[in-house]
């Protein structure tokens, strides 16, 4: 449980990406970091597209390797993450995510995923050996990798709330981005919340900015102080030694993928 | 109803994205386009990091667009579309899915997504215009863009299949790539058939990889015999005119991402 209060100054750092400064994820990331400091937060921020971070895992990411090895990724991104031979723009990235409370994202939603310049400082910064690996546990908390970090992902995407409502076609919001959720932050032990997100975002109206303003400002105060998304640990004995869920664990009336979130209270 | 048999000569795009030559990724994907072209049929290839693709949509991708102009990208990729203005890798790609009545996507689940150098690949190349856009129903078949077309994602992933199973803690291998069967696929009038996959591929036994391609083989067989993935259409009746799937529509014991899916006969 987190005792601490939301006035309490943390750490935290803001993920950014849209390729226009003058957008509304740029509008919603300059009003989050403003906020959280406002707030007495100590923010850092990677824009991503400012930085011109480089989205594709290559050869380039290993230049130790020899020239005529094979490049098997989870291998060798272990090895230079445990030999200290990360390029210095991944290792960067890993220092700020060690150093943060809490991790902010900020992104459209471009075909139900992240952008991929952004999928790709997922997996350029989340290499073996920082973010699992050997003594890491996934979905394990404490004993996972990067345990206790809380996550918010705000997000915007230009379909209409109702589509990805619980009943939506797209799947509820929290199901569309469960492989980031899941996959990725309750993997590393970290505390993902539910996700906020603006809809309608390629014609917001100015009144519905407004709204969009105030409803995220109120996540960003509950940013350590709101309970996480309630996923089953693997450390938890809900799953069998081959990480399947016990039969009969999960709540009734769960099936696909949320079965594996306890009932919230 | 697909009424011509396997046999019949068709064209197959082969989207393959994975850094070394010698990997897995690569092995499946040459045997891929071996087996199809045995089989008669007609394999185009795009080896996206061979081609060097260009992960990132960014204002480099809209030369027309005036210096000061504000980039909202998805009404400047649909304005590119319209007036043939797009970058000549992205047309490229476009008359490739066109052209195409199957499409076969070959790479390991990062993160539990596709490399973010596909992700791009979906970001640029499904653009308004060609993907979505007026006159052109979302989940639709027929009535979306690009109907008819039947797609194979056959993934690597380094976790055992047990915690890709139903039941498995990372969600079934179908939830987890639901954004892009559904999302991107059925949305835009694809058929997407059940993804196949090969666990442990991080250190896969010679005799399971010879296993594999034996299986991979029977679905490549099916490619145009197999029953797609029976998502509901938005035209079928099933949802509300907000996009929400009407009351006691769904299969009982369905819930999140499964209750978009019809029973299977």
């Not at 987190?2 to 509304?24: D, G, I, M």
């Given at each position: 449980?987190?005792?601490r ?5 943390r750490?935290?750092?803001?993920v950014?990406a ?26 850092r921020v990677s824009?991503?597209y400012?930085?011109?971070?480089k989205?594709t ?6 230049p130790?390797?020899a ?15 445990e030999?200290?031979r990360?390029?210095?723009d991944v290792a960067?990235?890993q ?8 991790i ?5 939603v ?5 952008p991929?310049?952004?999928k ?7 290499t073996?050996?920082?973010a699992?690996?050997p ?7 404490a004993?996972?990798a990067l345990p ?11 379909a209409?709330?109702?589509?990805f409502s ?9 199901d ?15 505390e993902p919340?539910d996700?906020?997100a603006v ?8 009144e ?14 509950g940013l350590f102080t709101?309970?996480?998304?309630p996923y089953?640990?693997?450390s938890?004995g ?10 009969g ?5 769960t ?11």
């Amino acid at each position: 449980m987190n005792t601490r209060t939301q006035n309490t100054p943390r750490k935290v750092l803001l993920v950014t990406a849209h390729p226009e400064s003058r957008s509304l994820t740029a509008s919603l990331s300059a009003f989050a970091a403003d906020h959280l400091r406002a707030a007495g937060h100590e923010v850092r921020v990677s824009d991503l597209y400012a930085m011109k971070w480089k989205a594709t895992v290559d050869a380039d990411d290993f230049p130790d390797l020899a020239g005529d090895e094979r490049l098997a990724v989870m291998a060798e991104s272990g090895r230079a993450t445990e030999e200290g031979r990360l390029t210095a723009d991944v290792a960067a990235e890993q220092e700020k995510v060690r150093w943060a409370d809490a991790i902010v994202f900020q992104f459209p939603v471009w075909w139900f995923g992240p952008p991929a310049i952004l999928k790709g400082w997922f997996d350029r910064v989340f290499t073996a050996g920082f973010a699992y690996g050997p003594g890491l546990v996934p979905y394990s908390g404490a004993a996972s990798a990067l345990p206790g970090r809380r996550v918010l992902l705000s997000v915007t995407a230009g379909a209409r709330g109702t589509a990805f409502s619980d009943r939506g076609i797209h799947g509820s919001i929290a199901d569309v981005l469960h492989p980031l959720q899941h996959g990725l932050f309750a993997f590393t032990g970290m505390e993902p919340l539910d996700p906020f997100a603006v809809y309608g975002a390629n014609a917001l109206p100015v009144e519905h900015f407004e709204e969009a303003k105030l409803a995220y400002a109120a996540r960003l105060d509950g940013l350590f102080t709101d309970e996480p998304v309630p996923y089953r640990l693997l450390s938890g004995g809900d799953y069998d030694h081959d990480m399947r869920l016990l039969p009969g664990v999960e709540d009734p009336g769960t099936s696909s993928l949320d079965r594996h979130v306890r009932a919230r209270g």
